[in-house]
Structures are given as C-alpha cells and as structure tokens.
T-cell receptor, first 118, second 110 residues
C-alpha cells in the first residue's frame, strides 16, 4: 500500500503525559499537512511542511505542540503535557504540487491517530 | 483566512433518491474546490474536485455545481445507495492548504 501511513492509530494517555504521532507520507509527495478533527467537525489545519521546511503553523498549535519533518520524509507531531481538550483525531495528509498551473493540490489523508486524554 | 460554511449538517435519503449538500466560501481562489468522503474510523478520501472556471463537473453519480459569482458550490449524489452513507466535507483552497466545512452526514435508507 503506497498511501499515507499514521502510527499509532489509537493512543490513550493520562493528562500531563507527552505523546508523539508519526506520519509516513506518499514517498514522492513534497507537501505534508497535519490537521485535527474533533467529533462532528471538519478537519482543522494545524501545520504544513514543504519538504523539510515548516512553512505555516495555525494559531491552534499551542507551544505544547511541535512538528518536525527531518529530511523531508516522515513527520512527527508531539504534544507535551497533554490536556483533555487535546482529545481528537490527528490527521496527516500529503500532496505533490509543483505550482498552481500543474493541477489540483489534492490532499491524500491517512487514517488518522485518535488521541484520548484521560 | 478562508471560512467555509456547509449545510445541511445531516440528511436522510431513500435509496435511489438525490442528496444535495451546499457550501459557501469567502475568498476568491484559483485552485480546485474538492469534496471529501469519510467513513467512520477512516481518514477523508477525495471524492471529486472542480476548477473555479468550470460550472459543473460530473463523475458517475456525483456532480459538483459551482457558482463563482455567488461563491457557492454544491455536491449532488444521484441514485443514492446505502454504500454512500458517510460524512461529506467540502473544502476551499486557502493558500497552500485547504479549509474544510463542518461536514454533512448522509444516511441512505434501503
């Protein structure tokens, strides 16, 4: 399967603990996104990488959140000192885009990592 | 920022009927406007997308209608099937990312 892979699929943690999610994008994709989705809502943008550079961070991404994409391949999203409000599905997506004239910026999503903070 | 308003929140349709979901966006954009389909426990999957210089796009039983002047676009699901029961999200381009609507849960009754 050459889709977007996310691990772990489910994580249950106690408030105050740190958690890390990993995303392996489609190998030739240069763009990688993290979104958060809560029950009954659409995905909310968190951050975006082009290759290894983190180009945009949402104000939803507090100081407790950090994302990396070393060498422009896989990415990790770490949440420090988790709070109950962090409980959500964390979605990773990737795309290949070489300019607006080259076609749609089609985001391919992974299955998500569901976080439950007790 | 690009705000996207989607309606209705949910709808129930009989098998063979037509489902219509509407979306409105704020800022003019020159990229594609996609619709995603999501099943429980899965990530959103691209269903169909339309360029803003096209008024309609059809793929099988799914049609997007786009009204650029009104900044609105809609998804029509023709001959709805039980397998179409899912949550549908519209999205609008927002710089290098997508802004999503809140979703519409479609239930198709046999």
């Amino acid at each position: 399967d050459t889709g977007v892979s996310q691990n772990p699929r489910h994580k249950i943690t106690k408030r105050g603990q740190n958690v890390t999610f990993r995303c392996d994008p489609i190998s030739e994709h240069n763009r990688l996104y993290w979104y958060r989705q809560t029950l009954g809502q659409g995905p909310e943008f968190l951050t975006y990488f082009q290759n290894e550079a983190q180009l945009e961070k949402s104000r939803l991404l507090s100081d407790r959140f950090s994302a990396e994409r070393p060498k422009g391949s896989f990415s990790t999203l770490e949440i420090q000192r988790t709070e109950q409000g962090d409980s959500a599905m964390y979605l990773c997506a990737s795309s290949l885009r070489q300019g607006f004239s080259s076609g749609a910026n089609v985001l391919t999503f992974g299955a998500g990592s569901r976080l439950t903070v007790l | 920022q690009q705000q996207v308003k989607q309606s209705p929140q949910s709808l129930i349709v009989q098998k063979g009927g037509i489902s219509i979901i509407n979306c409105a966006y704020e800022n003019t954009a020159f990229d594609y406007f996609p619709w995603y389909q999501q099943f429980p426990g899965k990530g959103p999957a691209l269903l169909i997308a339309i360029r803003p210089d096209v008024s309609e796009k059809k793929e099988g039983r799914f049609t997007i209608s786009f009204n650029k002047s009104a900044k609105q676009f809609s998804l029509h699901i023709m001959d709805s099937q039980p397998g179409d029961s899912a949550t549908y999200f519209c999205a609008a381009p927002n710089d290098y990312k997508l802004s999503f609507g809140a979703g519409t849960t479609v239930t198709v009754r046999a």
